[in-house]
């Protein structure tokens, strides 16, 4: 190859020689289809003068040229400058390498070898897609399409015969991979004016650096004639011209006043190969000709090859190779602006403006009077690449995980929490509060601003409650679709679960009705006459002790051991779920078939977001993460009482696999255009009840280091905030900066006496007009939430949620309070009325309290015994005398330590409606027993979970809780005509 490479390549690898006799640039040629001339030597060249043979002597430059060595210095040259900003470039990305791919239909390799020489030489990688020479059109734009969404490459140039170069393939291109520059893009952008901003045709750009610094023309002035080009070439070199103060024509060979045009040219440049009708005495002796022949551009370099001819002067190869170094300084830049959108950028959001109406119409109203932005605009304004989101519709989409690869050395944003007091049955706003924030942070003092949200179940959504987007002018939109289905992260936790869910009774089925061999050939099956273990069964034969990998070599005994798990049908605690309301599913029996007769045993159906694997998708932090979680669900015991696990049931993958979409973050936005993540949905009683831990990551690498995130925990703080800092944080390793305490009036005085709130009934006249006493008593609760958040060193503002019924005495007191007991600050919130504009205060207050130095610290050492992990925070955090454990607590307590998950965080499952474990205890309970029923695991998910309160009252809460036992005839108001949230200011 080296024997037909230029000169110039050659001489690229070694030093600069001394000053001597000048060095000819030469390029090797072929034949070319589109070129004329055979492939022998001494054929006639472009103008029809003989080729000189290999060894023969070349003219010497005119006076006024320069020397072919100067030219073959200014392909050294390009070369050498993108290797040294390419090294510059790597010293700070080590392994950073851009790619050009080349997309080839022929069989001509001579560009190939030079594009592959310069690019070594450069550092570049070079990928060539080969292609035949009769491929179609639309099987070029297969190929550009498949590179245009590889990320490992940064250039794509064609090498393709002259009738496919339309305007349908090179669009196909995308613009930020065009180091052609033939797009429209590229070339509007060119012609605009904006040559910095886009990629310049190498040919174009070689023809005028050959002119002004190898033949040392000024082209100020010069009349230019361009002849036979087309497409992007014509409007590359014509626009390039023009800039240089050049007087510049483009015409066709057939133009019928050719000859007078080339008699006035200084400067001609040839687009096409010159047809032999066309005679030589037609260009004036001494005229500059350029040949930039289109056959450059389909990779065929015959005899009509680019060369220049001035006065007498015929030298090969120029346009060629100075082109191709161009494409390779083309390839660097690409690979600096790639480089330069992988880090962190300003966001360039454009908010959304609200124009609130009085009376505030209903939620669903709002919603549908707002236009959000098209989702794929508002990821761009936040600084996600195109390849980093999967759209779904028009205002919702996926977040891949490779940002967090991108951005892996931005520093985080802030981290804020939104908790609440205990709530009464109807919420208090928190995730009205969020959006609020957020509204406030990014649409009025121009912060970067994320809010996280968990997304709602459908129980909830058609039960009382109604959906969780928030509420007023402080919502997710469209709400319809962020309360439905969303992207359906929901179904495949429901397929995943179920699918387990058979499994266990599959596999209980098979092992009582065959026998130790027959179930090791169904486990090991014979394929092809080879029998071997598949990659899921290697850990259950380290498990179980067994250090072989041929199933042909296993004893009886060590068959047994594999094929059988041995699960205690009354162990099992693994369920199968369901996310609708249907509390006729919460006790049934199974196995009622005829041909599973005889193994019934009776189960239960639970509300999907209650499944473990809800838990563990919002507590993962990548996918091998969430397959290594899933495999260590814990599902029954054996016979023995050791644990069973999705791993030794053999589908792990099979569940990974079914929530490999749903581990990506959904992206929507506020009504004012500011940017959210949707993801997972854990309930806060058996569950730890925040968003998941990807969403926070992701938002707080996208927001900056001055920017914010803000996200939500579940029920009232002593459980959601509870949970998120000793279970969520500790997955993440995240460190937050402030905790946003929602309070309301309403609440307020409930716990200072009031009568009963209960959903779905008027309220009572003490909560619609003006009571200090009451709010007065029941701001014991908002002290001890703030006591609380106080004993992990978070300092905590208070976000008052108004009702239209609140009066000033009463915001101005429970301020006031609020503050004494050692809130940072205590700030009245109007969102709901106003949208963002009516919580700026609380922005400014939240702004100035994450400034202050995060003292964050965990409750408990997870080292600690779990009765002692209960007892701390039993007394700690819900205030209660000690605890009691049930016998059967005890037990499981006993069994967990043993079977090695004693250090496990712990995940109180009790009332959200009391900080004690009775519901009807308001304000704050002192002096009580704490009792703990029952003991259970969710070991996937990572946390050991205590169900609080006497046998029955912990069945009820789960009841309630996981099949969602909420009346179904407000699902026309919920979520569909209005009443999203329960926590809407002045309306039940």
């Not at 030219?71 to 851009?98: C, G, H, M, W």
């Not at 369901?578 to 189960?603: C, M, P, V, W």
């Not at 009790?910 to 004690?916: E, F």
Request: include cysteine; glycine fraction near 10%; hydrophobic fraction near 40%.
């Amino acid at each position: 190859m080296g024997t037909r490479l230029p000169l110039v390549l050659r001489q690229l690898r070694r030093p600069p020689q001394p000053p001597g006799p000048p060095r000819r640039l030469r390029v090797p040629c072929r034949a070319s289809s589109g070129g004329g001339g055979g492939g022998g030597g001494g054929q006639e060249g472009l103008l029809g003068q003989r080729r000189p043979q290999d060894g023969q002597a070349r003219s010497s430059c005119s006076p006024g040229g320069r020397t072919p060595a100067a030219r073959d210095s200014i392909v050294r040259e390009v070369i050498q400058n993108s290797k040294e900003v390419l090294s510059l470039l790597q010293e700070k990305n080590p392994a950073f390498k851009p790619v050009l791919a080349i997309i080839q239909a022929g069989d001509d390799n001579l560009m190939q070898e030079i594009n592959q020489n310069l690019a070594e030489e450069a550092g570049l990688n070079i990928t060539h897609i080969c292609l035949p020479p009769d491929s179609s059109e639309a099987e070029i734009i297969d190929e550009i399409l498949k590179i245009n969404e590889d990320t490992r490459v940064h250039g794509l140039a064609l090498q393709i015969s002259e009738n496919l170069f339309s305007n349908k393939v090179l669009n196909a291109l995308k613009p930020e991979k065009d180091v052609d520059g033939v797009t429209d893009i590229n070339l509007g952008k060119l012609v605009r004016g904006d040559a910095h901003e886009c990629f310049v045709s190498p040919v174009a750009k070689a023809v005028i650096e050959l002119l002004e610094k190898s033949v040392g023309v000024n082209l100020d002035g010069k009349k230019i004639l361009v002849v036979g080009a087309h497409g992007s070439l014509e409007a590359a070199l014509q626009c390039l011209f023009q800039r240089r103060g050049s007087m510049t024509m483009s015409i066709q060979w057939k133009t019928r006043q050719l000859q007078s045009k080339l008699h006035e040219a200084d400067i001609v440049v040839l687009g096409s190969p010159k047809p032999e009708e066309i005679p030589l005495t037609w260009i004036q002796p001494g005229t500059t000709v350029l040949n930039c022949s289109h056959d450059f551009l389909s990779g065929k370099v015959g005899y009509g090859s680019p060369r220049i001819h001035f006065g007498g002067l015929i030298e090969e190869g120029d346009v060629i190779l100075l082109a191709a170094a161009l494409r390779i300084q083309n390839m660097v830049s690409s690979g600096r602006r790639w480089l330069r959108e992988q880090q962190h950028r300003r966001w360039r959001l454009h908010c959304l403006k609200l124009q609130p109406l009085s009376p505030v119409p209903s939620d669903i109203e709002i919603s549908r009077g707002q236009t959000p932005k098209a989702v794929d605009v508002l990821a761009k304004e936040i600084g996600l690449l195109a390849d980093e989101i999967e759209i779904y519709g028009k205002s919702k989409a996926k977040v891949r995980l490779s940002v967090l690869e991108r951005l892996k050395d931005q520093a985080d944003g802030k981290y804020i929490l939104v908790a609440g007091i205990t709530p009464t049955p109807l919420g208090e706003g928190k995730s009205t509060v969020t959006i609020g924030l957020v509204q406030a942070l990014t649409a009025h003092l121009n912060v970067n601003s994320f809010a996280c949200l968990r997304q709602p179940s459908q129980g909830p959504t058609f039960g009382v409650k109604g959906g969780a987007a928030g509420g007023g002018y402080a919502q997710v939109i469209p709400m319809e679709e962020f309360n439905l289905h969303l992207t359906g992260d929901i179904h495949a936790i429901t397929a995943a679960n179920n699918l387990l869910a058979a499994a266990i009774d599959t596999r209980i089925l098979h092992e009582n009705t065959q026998t130790d061999k027959a179930l090791y050939n169904r486990l090991v099956p014979s394929v092809n006459g080879v029998r071997e273990f598949s990659e899921i069964q290697l850990p259950r034969l380290k498990k179980l002790g067994i250090n072989k990998t041929d199933p042909n070599t296993l004893t009886e005994e060590e068959v047994s051991k594999f094929a059988r798990l041995d699960i205690d049908p009354s162990t099992i605690t693994w369920q199968r779920v369901l996310d609708t309301n249907d509390r006729f599913l919460r006790k049934i029996t199974i196995g009622q078939g005829n041909t599973e007769k005889g193994y019934s045993r009776q189960a239960q159906f639970d509300i999907a977001v209650a499944s473990e694997i809800m838990a563990v998708l919002a507590l993962t932090d990548s996918l091998a993460d969430m397959k290594a979680r899933l495999g260590r669900m814990v599902v029954a015991s054996d016979t023995s009482g050791q644990p069973v696990t999705a791993d030794d049931l053999g589908v792990t993958g099979a569940l990974t696999v079914l929530m490999k979409d749903a581990i990506k973050p959904n992206l929507m936005q506020t009504l004012e255009g500011t940017p959210v993540f949707v993801h997972a949905g854990p309930f806060a009683n058996i569950a730890h009840g925040n968003s998941s831990v990807l969403a926070d990551k992701i938002a707080l690498k996208l927001v900056g280091e001055e920017g914010f995130v803000v996200t939500e925990a579940g029920f009232g703080a002593d459980i959601g905030m509870e949970k998120f800092f000793n279970i969520k944080c500790r997955a993440s390793g995240l460190v937050p900066n402030v905790v946003v305490l929602v309070a309301t009036v309403r609440a307020l005085k409930m716990h200072g006496g009031g009568p009963s709130v209960t959903a779905g009934v008027p309220l009572k006249k003490e909560y619609t007009e003006e009571n200090i006493q009451l709010v007065a008593d029941g701001c014991c609760n908002l002290q001890k939430q703030i006591q609380i958040a106080q004993l992990f060193g978070v300092p905590v503002v208070v976000a008052l949620n108004v009702f239209k019924t609140d009066t000033r005495a009463e915001i101005d007191l429970v301020c006031e309070l609020a503050k004494r007991a050692g809130a940072f600050d205590a700030v009245p919130c109007y969102h709901w009325s106003v949208g963002g504009k009516g919580s700026v205060d609380l922005a400014r207050a939240v702004r100035e309290a994450a400034s202050k130095r995060s003292r964050f610290q965990f409750l408990y050492d997870v080292q600690l015994p779990i009765v002692d992990k209960i007892r701390t925070i039993a007394q700690a955090v819900y205030g209660a005398k000690d605890i009691e454990l049930s016998p059967e607590a005890q037990a499981k307590i006993d069994r967990y330590t043993q079977q090695g998950f004693g250090n496990l965080p712990i995940c109180m499952a009790k009332t959200h409606l009391s900080l004690s474990h009775q519901p009807d205890k308001k304000g704050v309970p002192r002096d009580f027993i704490l009792p703990i029923s029952d003991v259970r695991a969710s070991i996937g998910a990572g946390f050991i979970y205590p169900l609080v309160g006497t046998k029955r009252q912990s069945f009820a809460m789960l009841a309630r809780l996981t099949s969602s036992d909420l009346p179904t005839s407000a699902s026309q108001n919920a979520g569909i005509t209005g009443v999203s949230h329960c926590a809407r200011p002045g309306q039940v």
